[in-house]
């Protein structure tokens, strides 16, 4: 019988994300939501969209930690579950309540 196994997605606080940026830690932050959701507003410069992602790596930094980011949280844990499922990922973090916890 096959058995499954389940892994538990790292996510990160709002809070904590702005201290370890405070604290310049080495982390990239990667915006996944659409064009003109980012062109409203964003905490980073790096904008790929869920979808360009989900099928070219090549922008995440496998060196350090990734912080994908969308509006609520939702997609962005969506997408790490297929990143580490498929190309086997393991240092991304959800940003928990998206941009929209962010910037409250």
């Known amino acids: 019988m096959a058995r499954l196994t389940y892994t538990l997605m790292k996510t990160i606080t709002a809070s904590d994300l702005k201290s370890k940026l405070e604290a310049k830690e080495s982390i990239q932050i990667i915006d996944i939501r659409e064009n003109f959701e980012f062109e409203d507003g964003s905490m980073t410069d790096l904008n790929v969209p869920m979808d360009d992602l989900a099928n070219d790596t090549s922008s995440i930094n496998k060196n350090e930690k990734v912080v994908i980011v969308c509006q609520t949280g939702r997609r962005a844990s969506a997408l790490i579950y297929i990143l580490e499922k498929k ?18």
């Open 87 to 104: 190309y086997s990922l393991d240092n991304l973090y959800c940003l928990e309540g998206g941009y929209e916890a962010y910037i409250k």
